[in-house]
């Protein structure tokens, strides 16, 4: 079955200390893979999909089938960042289906 | 980018009632899901809404509870039937104008059931 594991629901760190969000999936098919962020009193939205390679606002991932992960990372992280982090797999059952993890709640100390 | 109106915004209903929440998005999209988010929990998938046919619905969720209407491209409504304290969530709406294309979401619509 599809699902996706984010294994810490708080990660607390200090300005300028590097970030890594963990996410693990599960897919016997080809993945796709993204974050959502929530930021406090906003709507969800995408932050970045594994199938562009990009950088947004400094986040990286980089998706290691080998290892079924998908983990999201910042060199330095400011305190804008802290937020709700959700990782998402899509896979088609005939229709394209989006399935959340947990999710991993980042709190960026000053 | 799309962007979806949902509505209300939050509720406080009593036990028994029914709600319906209604999204509107300001261009056409090809499907339009909607999710609930109980308290401390992920989004689950609730179901699916294409223009044109019946909702899809996932494991654990059905019609007679959750009836869903999408009478056009850029609007759905989902209904809580005969609602009870465990419905009391977030209910979402997300569109996506195409295969492959990111989800948009709806602010969310928070549901207090007494």
């Known amino acids: 079955a599809q699902r996706v594991t984010q294994p810490e629901k708080l990660l607390s760190v200090f300005k300028g200390a590097p970030v890594e969000l963990k996410c693990n999936y599960s897919y016997s098919g080809s993945p796709e893979l993204f974050w959502y962020v929530q930021y406090s009193r906003q709507r969800l939205q995408l932050l970045l999909r594994?199938?562009s390679r990009e950088s947004i606002k400094g986040f990286t991932a980089d998706l290691n089938k080998g290892e079924t992960s998908f983990h999201l990372k910042k060199p330095f992280a400011q305190e804008e960042d802290s937020a709700m982090y959700y990782c998402a797999l899509m896979f088609s059952g005939g229709y394209n289906k989006l399935i959340f993890g947990a999710g991993t709640r980042l709190a960026v100390h000053p | 980018s799309a962007v979806i109106s949902q509505k209300p915004s939050r509720d406080i209903c009593q036990r028994g009632t029914s709600l319906t929440i209604q999204c509107q998005v300001d261009?056409?999209?090809?499907?339009m899901f909607w999710y609930r988010q109980q308290p401390g929990q992920s989004l689950t998938l609730i179901a699916t809404?294409?223009?044109?046919?019946?909702?899809?619905?996932e494991s654990g969720f059905v019609i007679d509870k959750f009836p869903i209407s999408r009478p056009n491209l850029t609007f759905s409504t989902l209904t809580v039937s005969n609602m009870s304290p465990e419905d009391s969530s977030i209910y979402l709406c997300?569109?996506?104008?195409?295969?492959?294309?990111?989800?948009?979401f709806g602010s969310g619509t928070q549901l207090s059931v007494l």
């Open positions: 594994h199938i």
């Open positions: 261009s056409q999209v090809t499907m």
């Open positions: 809404a294409n223009q044109g046919s019946e909702a899809t619905y």
């Open positions: 997300s569109a996506q104008r195409g295969t492959n294309e990111k989800l948009f």
